[in-house]
Nanobody, 124 residues
């Protein structure tokens, strides 16, 4: 099974930027859509951004539109999440997942192969 490893999290001040990476263990990952989710303490895991297998179509949660950008580099088997103008409410553990249900985008159950997550903390 494809393994995903997230990295790039950290502590940043409000207004700052971070770029998260999600590296896949094998090239078969390139045939799937991917998603970035986040989970704050006491909350459920929610979709932040998603991208199709070809990279041509992206989708974002309303809360991050205009601030976050999802992209993928198939040559590197990696998906990125560029996060700009960060806010304290963006603080969460960020996870990437492989989309296995082509009929659903928003639902956590439509994804698998979750990595261990990377912590993003935004101070005010």
């Amino acid at each position: 099974q494809v393994q995903l490893v997230e990295s790039g999290g950290g502590l940043v001040q409000a207004g700052g930027s971070l770029r998260l990476s999600c590296a896949a263990s094998e090239r078969s990952f390139n045939a799937y859509g991917m998603g970035w989710f986040r989970q704050a303490p006491g909350n459920e895991r929610v979709l932040v951004a998603a991208i199709t297998w070809g990279g041509g179509i992206t989708r974002y949660a309303d809360s991050v539109k205009g601030r976050f950008t999802i992209s993928r580099d198939k040559a590197k088997n990696t998906v990125y999440l560029q996060m700009n103008s960060l806010k304290p409410e963006d603080t969460a553990v960020y996870y990437c997942g492989r989309r296995i249900d082509p009929m659903r985008v928003l639902t956590e159950a439509a994804y698998d192969s979750w990595g261990q997550g990377t912590q993003v903390t935004v101070s005010s």
